[in-house]
């Protein structure tokens, strides 16, 4: 009984197409064969840089297109603001029932002698029915308000964009992430395809002693234990690089995430191509820090403000209108309407509002304080972060040389160790063991080469370069 299944997957240079041949023979053996066909880049594929990647996260994500109509939200609010040093002009109507005249105490005997000094008439005064229509025109000149909620608007603006591009960072620094780990992704599955493809000679060689009965049946089970976990890691690695390249589409904002066929640019995945020389730690690029600082000087900016709470508002305000008085209810009855209009200047001297001045200012002065705090731990945890990531990267391409010295030894001591199997000069257990410290030895290295980008990536992050990869 045979089972026949095939897959690709896209590298740097070609498309790899990966041919699987499972098989059960006598004794329940599994026979795998890995045939490489290498091809020409498909006509047509799409190669995606890192630099297009992010810009197309900024212009696709909508998390990022929210942030910029928050961006403009704000800035339509303060443009509205200006609008409050124009006249204000507003149409009055109101027509009142009043069921209930009010009645005062005329003392007659003082206009009209015929009646004791002392005397009293009680007149109810008003009609049944009255309305009242007309414009009210204001036109502030002395309002210092206005010009304090203008400041404190244009400053919110900044804040809000200082907020949008620390969104766009964050993002930038986890569409990298995910980016270089395809890359990382492609060197493991040609290193998985090659593991793959020795184990199985190895397993072939220790089969063959097996048949000549010069081997125990369990050296012949750890290779075909070696050749699984070969296949299973190459398995992994394909099934790995599939997700990170749809989640890599979703972080760009690409809607059709299946779309995976596209490739990446080689020099990717290359450790030694990475250098922090010349990147000098620049808090004030790191939209984190800009933000808290815009927040610091925005709550100074309210305390300061709190004043013009008690300064006096200087405005001219004019009426031009109409009375009707009537016992009747008739809108319209002629001879009932009378005109009515003032011009004037208003003043008005803010005494007490139901709130204490002082306390705000206290209030928003350690808001402020606060702020600072945050700013200045925040870069103390920073240049602590660079600092290590730089002595881990260092140590890390040091282990790498080292490692892959190592690699290269054990994979031609393994070949030397088939030869002399082969040749009935080395035990099958010996083989088997290179091979799972072979194994070993390249997850090891894998894990370290992710490390080494993890830190490279957190160097430009928290010394405020990251942006170089895009710009």
Do not use: C
Not at 31 to 43: D, K
Not at 297 to 317: C, D, G, H, M, V
Not at 320 to 325: D, P, S, V
């Amino acid at each position: 009984m045979s089972l026949f299944t095939s897959f690709k997957y896209q590298n740097n240079n070609a498309i790899s197409v990966v041919t699987i041949y499972f098989g059960l023979r006598a004794g329940s053996i599994i026979l795998l064969t890995i045939l490489l066909l290498y091809s020409g880049s498909a006509p047509g594929q799409n190669v995606l840089s890192l630099k297009q990647a992010i810009n197309s996260g900024f212009l696709k994500r909508k998390t990022i297109q929210s942030g910029k109509s928050d961006l403009i939200i704000m800035k339509l609010q303060t443009e509205a603001l200006y609008k409050k040093y124009l006249p204000q002009i507003s149409v009055e109507y109101n027509y009142l029932y009043n069921p209930i005249l009010q009645t005062s105490v005329l003392p007659i005997g003082v206009f009209n002698s015929a009646y004791p000094a002392d005397a009293k008439m009680n007149l109810r005064f008003g009609t049944t029915w009255s309305q009242t229509a007309g414009v009210t025109v204001l036109q502030p000149l002395i309002d210092f308000s206005i010009a304090r909620r203008i400041n404190e608007s244009k400053l919110q603006e900044r804040i809000t964009a200082a907020s949008q591009a620390q969104t766009e960072y964050e993002m930038a620094f986890s569409i990298a992430q995910t980016y270089i780990q395809i890359g990382l992704q492609e060197s493991k599955i040609k290193s998985a395809i090659a593991d793959t493809s020795r184990t199985f000679i190895s397993y072939l060689i220790l089969n063959n002693k097996y048949n000549e009965k010069r081997l125990l049946k369990s050296d012949l089970n750890k290779s075909i234990i070696n050749h699984n976990n070969a296949v299973e890691q190459l398995m992994d690695a394909l099934s790995e690089m599939i997700e990170d390249k749809v989640y890599l589409l979703f972080l760009t904002g690409e809607t059709a995430v299946e779309k995976t066929d596209f490739i990446i640019s080689p020099s990717s995945g290359n450790p030694y191509n990475l250098t922090t020389s010349g990147l000098i730690s620049n808090p004030e690029a790191i939209p984190e820090f800009q933000q808290l600082e815009l927040e610091s000087q925005l709550t100074s900016l309210k305390a300061r403000s709190e004043n013009t709470k008690q300064l006096p508002t200087l405005s001219i305000k004019g009426f031009l209108g109409a009375n009707q008085y009537t016992n009747k209810f008739d809108p319209i009855e002629s001879n009932t309407w009378f005109g009515l209009s003032y011009i004037g200047l208003d003043l008005k001297l803010p005494l007490l509002f139901g709130e204490s001045v002082k306390k705000n200012k206290q209030v928003l002065r350690i808001q402020s304080t606060q702020f600072n705090q945050q700013k200045d731990d925040k870069s103390a945890i920073y240049a602590k972060d660079t600092y290590i990531s730089k002595l881990k990267i260092a140590r890390i391409l040091l282990q790498l040389k080292t490692q892959e010295e190592n690699l290269a030894l054990s994979i031609e001591s393994i070949a030397i160790t088939q030869a002399r199997v082969t040749e009935g000069q080395e035990s099958g257990s010996t083989l088997n063991v290179d091979e799972a410290s072979l194994q070993s030895l390249k997850a090891e290295y894998e894990l370290t080469k992710m490390q080494l980008w993890n830190n490279y990536l957190n160097v430009l992050k928290t010394t405020g370069h990251l942006n170089i990869l895009w710009k």
